[in-house]
């Protein structure tokens, strides 16, 4: 009996090591869960466009130059956000956007300035051609809210415009521009199409005003 049990136990043994690493050859095996990515890509209306030889003249001589963008915390990172209670947020790792939101909306906001004509020149900060105003922004919401009925996307962003004098800059303006807009469906395609017609939404905003606040030639 002795004997038996002697070769019993080391077999048994045995079993159990080859049992565990044929779990672990299983669990390597497993597919990783796949990550998307998306930009916002939020541009100004082709309606809007001009034709390609009928460029307008700018409505100002003066030079603009953009600020990159700042971000809360909150909308930092690269993850799409979710509100999902009052006090309750989620980020989606498996659902990104390509960068960072403040690069991408800074990118996005210079190209449609450009388009804008309302400024003879935008640039961005390692330009040193000389500014005439500066405007800088500050992201403080860009998520979608499933706790809203109906989930909703949100954007919301504050500009400071700066006329940049010799000597001193004067604040021309600061406003908050907030838009909502409502989802077809509980996706992350859907809540990316929906932030970009919100951010669009933001930037029409800001053009209509940026149109009003600088004179002309």
Not at 113 to 136: C, K, M, Q, R, W
Not at 148 to 168: D, H, R, S, W, Y
Request: proline share 7%.
């Amino acid at each position: 009996m002795r004997s038996f049990a002697r070769l019993t136990m080391p077999r048994a043994a045995l079993c159990l090591v080859l049992a565990l690493a044929c779990a672990a050859c299983m669990k390597l095996e497993r597919q990783p869960l796949d990550k998307h990515y998306y930009a916002l890509e939020a541009a100004r209306p082709a309606a809007q466009q001009p034709a390609a030889t009928a460029t307008p003249p700018a409505q100002s001589l003066q030079t603009l130059l953009v600020r990159r963008l700042e971000a809360a915390p909150r909308v930092s990172g690269r993850e799409l956000v979710y509100r999902t209670a009052p006090s309750a947020w989620t980020a989606d790792y498996y659902n990104m956007f390509f960068v960072s939101p403040a690069d991408m909306l800074t990118q996005d906001l210079r190209a449609w300035l450009t388009s804008a004509h309302i400024f003879a020149n935008v640039v961005d900060p390692a330009s040193l051609a000389p500014s005439g105003y500066i405007l800088e922004g500050n992201v403080s919401a860009l998520h979608g809210d499933f706790a809203a009925k109906p989930a909703q996307a949100v954007a919301e962003i504050q500009f400071i415009l700066l006329k940049n004098t010799p000597g001193e800059r004067q604040i021309v303006f600061t406003r908050d521009y907030r838009r909502r807009v409502p989802l077809a469906a509980n996706n992350p395609q859907e809540l990316v199409r929906a932030l970009r017609e919100a951010v669009s939404g933001v930037y029409a905003g800001l053009e209509a005003d940026l149109r009003a606040a600088v004179p002309g030639k």
